[in-house]
């Protein structure tokens, strides 16, 4: 009728959805697969061991792939002018975390883990000051049981 061939949407999600809890749940993962991965050793003997070291490190590296993509789409998408000007510092903390969820893909130091959920942490405190909401740091209820960020939410 038109003679519309593309469409596009200027958001990867609708709008105002936007929430790094995807991001900091996917570093928790990464730390406690290098956990994992620690508890099998120096020495992997086994062909299930081996198995198990191959699956391990393929989640981790998925989900270190995972953070690069939840925090570059709302850096992206979300993060226009007035963000910027507030938060300067956004984007060097976007770069450090791509370089820092690479490190985290590339080897098995718990370190890496734990500088990316810092980063990922100050991006969501970011994010939500943004929005004129409050945060506080609260201990995942699941291993590795560590410190994330999250809005404080009103009582229904």
């Given at each position: 009728?038109?003679?519309?061939?593309?469409?596009?949407?200027?958001?990867?999600?609708?709008?105002?959805?936007?929430?790094?809890?995807?991001?900091?749940?996917?570093?928790?993962?990464?730390?406690?697969?290098?956990?994992?991965?620690?508890?099998l050793g120096?020495?992997?003997?086994?062909?299930?061991?081996?198995?198990?070291?191959?699956?391990?490190?393929?989640?981790?590296?998925?989900?270190?792939?995972?953070?690069?993509?939840?925090?570059?789409?709302?850096?992206?998408?979300y993060f226009?002018?007035?963000?910027?000007?507030?938060?300067?510092?956004?984007?060097?903390?976007?770069?450090?975390?791509?370089?820092?969820?690479?490190?985290?893909?590339?080897?098995?130091?718990?370190?890496?883990?734990?500088?990316?959920?810092?980063?990922?942490?100050?991006?969501?405190?970011?994010?939500?000051?943004?929005?004129?909401?409050?945060?506080?740091?609260?201990?995942?209820?699941?291993?590795?049981?560590?410190?994330?960020?999250?809005?404080?939410?009103?009582?229904?």
């Amino acid at each position: 009728m038109f003679a519309i061939t593309d469409v596009q949407a200027h958001c990867d999600i609708p709008c105002k959805i936007y929430d790094p809890a995807t991001a900091q749940i996917a570093v928790l993962s990464v730390i406690r697969l290098l956990d994992l991965i620690h508890e099998l050793g120096d020495t992997v003997t086994s062909a299930a061991d081996s198995a198990q070291l191959v699956r391990l490190t393929e989640q981790k590296e998925t989900h270190a792939a995972a953070v690069k993509h939840d925090v570059a789409t709302i850096w992206g998408d979300y993060f226009k002018a007035p963000q910027i000007e507030a938060y300067p510092e956004v984007h060097e903390l976007v770069h450090t975390i791509m370089q820092q969820a690479s490190k985290c893909k590339q080897g098995i130091e718990r370190e890496n883990g734990e500088n990316l959920l810092a980063s990922v942490n100050r991006f969501a405190e970011i994010f939500w000051a943004t929005k004129g909401v409050e945060t506080t740091s609260v201990i995942a209820p699941y291993p590795p049981a560590m410190a994330v960020i999250q809005p404080v939410l009103a009582s229904a």
